[in-house]
């Protein structure tokens, strides 16, 4: 049974920064390609960055730039640096693998406002 755990949430007024992690148990980690997730409210659940087993990273062109993924295997944790925040970025950020996700986590809530 996988479990997904996100954290390092909070509120942040615009242009500053969060790093949010999660920890993944009860999977083979390392062989998944890993996504952060974000879901705004009355908007779908959507891909902002994802990391392949070996590290090569894709971003959602409303985060490139100013979003940096990254992952240990050893730890079987997986990151997101968020820098220059903006108030579109307030949502719930979830972690999970890109294919065929597991069961969601609770999520980690980002607020951007001042």
């Known amino acids: 049974q996988v479990q997904l755990v996100e954290s390092g949430g909070g509120l942040v007024q615009p242009g500053g920064s969060l790093r949010l992690s999660c920890d993944v148990s009860?999977?083979?980690?390392?062989?998944?390609?890993m996504g952060w997730y974000r879901q705004a409210p009355g908007k779908e659940r959507e891909l902002v960055a994802s990391?392949?087993?070996?590290?090569?990273?894709n971003y959602g062109d409303s985060v490139k730039g100013r979003f940096t993924i990254s992952r240990d295997n050893a730890k079987k944790m997986v990151y997101l640096q968020m820098n220059s925040l903006k108030p579109e970025d307030t949502a719930v950020y979830y972690c999970?693998?890109?294919?065929?996700?597991?069961?969601w986590g609770q999520g980690t809530q980002v607020t951007v406002s001042s």
């Open positions: 990391i392949s087993r070996g590290g090569s990273s």
């Open positions: 009860g999977s083979i980690f390392s062989i998944n390609a």
């Open positions: 999970n693998r890109v294919s065929l996700p597991w069961a």
